[in-house]
């Protein structure tokens, strides 16, 4: 059975940071692109960062660049997203994605609110 199950979000201040993760089981985890996308209420989903597999090349939105760091341990099949200077507008809840061709699963979201 494919899952994603992301987990570490929660209340932080503005200026604090969270480390959110993302771990994968069911399928061959190393294969697949990882994403992190957010959505915040009323509001579209969308995607913060990504990260490829094989050569982990990374991508983010110009929102979080320089804040926001994704990383993978494919042995742990974990992806992470390190999130530091956060902003009441990162409040959102966020999803993990995982891609490979038509292969396209989603977790459950974890819930991040920044907020004094």
């Known amino acids: 059975q494919v899952q994603l199950v992301e987990s570490g979000g929660g209340l932080v201040q503005p200026g604090g940071s969270l480390r959110l993760s993302c771990l994968g089981s069911g399928f061959t985890f190393s294969a697949y692109f990882i994403l992190w996308y957010r959505q915040a209420p009323g509001k579209e989903r969308e995607m913060v960062a990504g990260i490829s597999d094989g050569d982990g090349r990374t991508s983010y939105d110009p929102s979080v660049m320089g804040r926001f760091t994704i990383s993978r341990d494919d042995e742990k099949k974990t992806v992470y997203l390190q999130m530091n200077h956060l902003m009441p507008e990162d409040t959102a809840v966020y999803y993990c994605?995982?891609?490979?061709?038509?292969?396209?699963?989603w977790g459950q979201g974890t819930r991040v609110t920044v907020s004094s």
């Open positions: 994605n995982a891609v490979n061709g038509p292969a396209n699963y």
